[in-house]
């Protein structure tokens, strides 16, 4: 049980265009659906909090204008990279939690912006 | 939530127990630890966590000291594929709303 997934895993995608991310919780419903962004050979950097129902919590230095995320559904969170460009080539991660401890991670996307 | 310490990296031969440390000296009284590894290119992978008890899965061992200023994550047998970036992780209360930070974590080679 408490399987996230996570789509697309690879995405190109032109300079101004927009992609979007599916995260999905399938065995589980979350309140609460967290995204990172992960650069080669470094951390996994906290976006934002995404919450069912709400607005995002955004990390500080994060532009929710360039980062839109909406979670309408129990099992489904979406991040929305707009007007994309090179520098946000990244390896985009997000995750869920089912119990009060435990925390699943989607199998990530790699987005590189040409 | 308090700050963790692991080494960058450690090697360990194939079949041989691979004993990752971590140290947490500010933990707090509430705050778990949790340890995730992560493969290349993929998302992390839970793999335990524990309060001030010892702990056991099917995947590893976990070590904490009485005084739970630092742990160990114990692989019995390592192979092959876990080869990855191992993190420990210091998380406060109950609830899933908690986030969590990230280190560098450990990056652990097991080789043939």
């Known amino acids: 049980g408490a399987v996230v997934s996570q789509h697309p895993s690879r995405v190109i995608c032109k300079s101004g265009t927009s992609v979007k991310i599916e995260c999905r919780s399938l065995?589980?419903?979350?309140?609460?659906m967290f995204w990172y962004r992960q650069f080669p050979k470094k951390s996994l950097m906290l976006m934002a909090t995404?919450?069912?129902?709400?607005?995002?919590?955004?990390e500080q230095g994060v532009e929710k204008d360039k980062f839109l995320i909406n979670h309408a559904s129990l099992t489904l969170s979406t991040l929305t990279v707009t007007s994309a460009h090179p520098e946000d080539s990244s390896f985009y991660i997000c995750?869920?939690?089912?119990?009060?401890?435990?925390?699943?991670f989607g199998s990530g996307t790699r987005l590189t912006v040409v | 939530d308090a700050k963790t310490t692991q080494p960058p990296s450690m090697d360990c031969a194939e079949g041989r127990a691979a004993n990752l440390p971590c140290n947490h000296s500010?933990?707090?009284?509430?705050?778990?630890v949790y340890w995730y590894r992560q493969i290349h290119s993929q998302g992390p992978q839970y793999i335990i966590h524990?309060?001030?008890?010892?702990e056991t899965n099917e995947m590893a061992s976990l070590i904490i000291t009485e005084d739970r200023k630092s742990s160990t994550l114990i692989l019995p047998h390592a192979t092959l594929r876990d080869t990855a970036v191992y993190y420990c992780?210091?998380?406060?209360?109950?609830?899933?709303?908690?986030?969590?930070?990230w280190g560098l974590g450990t990056s652990l080679a097991v080789n043939p």
């Open positions: 500010t933990i707090s009284g509430n705050e778990y």
């Open positions: 995404s919450n069912e129902g709400s607005k995002a919590t955004y």
């Open positions: 995750s869920a939690s089912k119990a009060a401890n435990g925390y699943t």
């Open positions: 524990g309060l001030k008890n010892n």
């Open positions: 992780i210091v998380r406060g209360g109950a609830g899933n709303n908690r986030k969590l930070i």
């Open positions: 065995d589980f419903q979350a309140t609460t």
